[in-house]
């Protein structure tokens, strides 16, 4: 809808410079732009390059840019417009931005449909392990985890998560025995944590956690 409101900007401010520039029509004009995204945020949402309209006016792109900036009329939600060289930034009000994700949390149902209704998938994400210390990565994997899951429930599917939390096997072992060894330390210093050595396993973790 921002995107439509751009182009009608644009098409009023053609129509008003359209003689200046030595347009044949608004609509010719028009078609010789393509609206995109600038690749630095703080040029704005939106760019027009008016560079092809020179072969009209012949003048130079950053003259053609005053031209048509100048005669520029915006209204709610686009802010006034800016110039770069031969472009037109746009910038769309922050508040109109907030009020649309608001009102995109508010329909629980947008973008729900039925693509993948006959699939049944088992998702398995983070192995997160109590014998070490937890990292972002964990945090990162579930959020990942969690956040496609629901994409694939809201496209119809039938999905199981399993969020695994290693709590048994030999690496348990080693830090129950690890701590068991700790613990007697705290009563008696003298018990010295067993060694390692290169012939025998060694059920045991060493380090400080």
Request: hydrophobic content about 40%; charged content about 20%.
């Amino acid at each position: 809808m921002i995107k439509e409101q751009v182009w009608h900007q644009l098409r009023d401010a053609l129509s008003r410079c359209g003689d200046e520039l030595k347009l044949e029509s608004t609509d010719d004009g028009l078609a010789q732009l393509a609206l995109e995204r600038p690749r630095q945020l703080h040029f704005g949402d939106f760019a027009v390059n008016v560079s092809p309209l020179a072969r009209f006016a012949k003048l130079p792109p950053p003259k053609i840019a005053e031209i048509v900036c100048e005669s520029v009329k915006t209204s709610a939600p686009l802010l006034e417009p800016s110039l770069a060289g031969g472009f037109v930034n746009f910038k769309v009000d922050t508040q109109t931005l907030l009020d649309g994700v608001l009102r995109l949390l508010q329909a629980p149902a947008l973008g729900q449909n039925t693509v993948m209704a006959e699939d049944c998938i088992l998702l398995e994400y983070v192995s997160a392990n109590p014998t070490g210390p937890l990292h972002i990565g964990h945090g990162r994997w579930m959020a990942l985890g969690n956040s496609l899951a629901r994409l694939m429930k809201h496209c119809g599917a039938t999905v199981w998560q399993e969020f695994y939390v290693n709590d048994y096997g030999s690496q348990m072992n080693n830090i129950a025995n690890s701590v068991w060894y700790r613990c007697l330390q705290q009563c008696d210093a003298s018990i010295p944590f067993p060694e390692k050595t290169e012939d025998q396993p060694y059920p045991f973790y060493p380090g400080e956690y």
